[in-house]
């Protein structure tokens, strides 16, 4: 298994996919071509053109799944795959729609390397329970991809001392999650990224990432570290 | 119908609900007894506590629904209801669970005056398609009680440009919704409410709040305003 978890596509003044093409380029070693997944976003031909340009620098061969004609058989077909950021509700919504959730878990299971940033990182854990997003539209169920054991919180925010904002902090809605869930929940920072194989977890980018586990304090972890995540429960154990 | 639905609870350097006293004693005028539902939050005891509190104040008694024997019956004799904050979708759940949904439906519609605060507000509206929260929990269903024709987004932030976080914006997250769906959304800044009854919906508070229509551009509306928002299609028109 080999997957790249991006908290975000974009930094600040930098462009698309920029500061993260060594690790992509590391995950698709020895191959030149890669599908891309836009359903997050509604515009599916903006996004899988911005996509392209970002991978050519890269040497590599973009395909889109909106393109398909069969989603199905293009998911087959696909060496690698890379799921987009957006709208998780949406992104989810439509690979059940489009019957791919089980599928794109077989593959990856059984090697394709797969990326996914933001909304795409967040399909790639059990459930997309600890999504930023809003809820526009209803799945047929909160269970996702199951790639990995643990949930992932992306573009995670400290709390910003000087605000007078009432609502939750990113941490207090990551305890709400955890008084009814029991997996963990790894809260990665903008330009921080989870490189994941079979055997562990590598933390990786600039930012660092914060981990929380049911009744614990969170601990603080930095580029570089292993993130004891992977000897954990069965998947779909959701609540 | 009577309804206030509060962006927030709770005001910085204030008590809890201190900054809205004034409208929730006019909704509840003629009567001395409120039964609160203190579902979105885990601890329904210290809940109920800091509510019996703050309405003590306006020598109002609070039964809190997490002490009925019977939820349903305590509905039926209720004569009337505050929803408080929390996670949206913990709350929907609970109110499904306890077979609520449709019985707070019909007393508020026959006149039986609702308060809501942030998630008891976005519970108010025909979904909670445009709440906050992290789903936390898989609700049966994303529709909700449908006392109002329209959305709200409560706690609504302004973009702020000083930024360099690459998630989205409140007011790109409800574009978005309006990619999927058609109801019109109101983003209620921190200190505003509505004041609805079966004729107007009338702007409340300091800090006004910004109206989302689909294809339109946001319009800005002054404490104050009436906004028309009741002209709407049936309810449960979910996508």
Known sequence: MKLLLLSNSRMPGMAFLAHAL???????????SLLFVPHA???????????????????VRVESLHEARDPVEAVRAARSLFIGGGNTFRLLTELYGMDLVSLIHQRVRGGVPYIGSSAGTNVACVTIQTTNDMPIVEPPSFNALGLVPFNI????????????????????????FHEMNDRPGAGIREGSWLRIDSTR????GLAGARLFRKDQEPT????GEELDLLDLPSLHDSP
Do not use: C, F, K
Request: aromatic share 4%; hydrophobic share 30%.
């Open 22 to 32: 060594e690790p992509i380029t590391e995950v698709l070693t020895g191959l030149d």
């Open 220 to 223: 603080e972890h930095r580029p």
């Open 153 to 176: 919180n992306p573009h995670y925010l400290d709390p910003n001392p000087d605000s007078s904002h009432q609502g939750e902090t990113r941490e207090q809605r990551i305890r709400e």
């Open 201 to 204: 977890v590598l933390l990786g």
């Open 41 to 59: 976003l509604a515009d599916h031909a903006g996004y899988a053109s911005t996509v392209r340009e970002a991978m050519s620098a890269a040497g």
